[in-house]
C-alpha cells in the first residue's frame, strides 16, 4: 500500500510539470495534497470510492492524453472550486461583489 501511495505521488509529481508544478490560483510549489482538477468531465471516469488505483491510473492516462481538461490545484483551492460549484451563478457573483466591496 506504502509503495503504491509512493508510486502515484512520483507520477502526480511528474505529470505536475505539464502545470508547472504550481497551485492554478495561488501558484504555491506543488507538494503534499495537490489534485488535477477537472475543467469538464468526459464521462468515461471509474468511481474514485469504489476503485481508487484504478480511478488515478485513468486519470494520469486523461492528464498524459489531455492536460487542457485539467487544472493543477493545491488542496485548499481544490475545495473552494468545488464548494464554489454548488453556488447558483446569481448569488456567486453577489458573493464577489460582496468580497470586492470589503476591505
Known amino acids: 500500500m506504502v509503495n503504491k ?5 512520483k507520477t502526480k509529481k511528474k505529470l ?3 502545470f508547472r508544478s ?3 490560483v495561488c ?5 503534499k495534497g495537490f489534485l488535477f482538477h ?3 468531465y468526459d464521462g468515461t471516469e471509474p468511481d ?7 480511478y488515478f491510473d485513468h486519470i494520469f492516462k486523461q492528464v498524459r ?4 481538461q485539467f487544472l493543477l490545484l493545491c488542496s485548499v483551492h481544490h475545495y473552494f472550486v468545488e464548494w ?9 457573483k453577489r458573493f464577489l461583489k460582496a468580497r470586492r466591496m470589503s476591505k
Open 22 to 24: 504550481r497551485c492554478y
Open 16 to 18: 505536475a510539470r505539464k
Open 27 to 31: 501558484h504555491k510549489p506543488f507538494g
Open 65 to 68: 492524453k489531455n492536460p487542457k
Open 5 to 9: 501511495l509512493l508510486e502515484r505521488f
Open 38 to 40: 477537472h475543467k469538464y
Open 84 to 92: 464554489s460549484k454548488r453556488i447558483a451563478d446569481d448569488k456567486f
Open 48 to 54: 474514485y470510492k469504489l476503485d481508487q488505483n484504478k
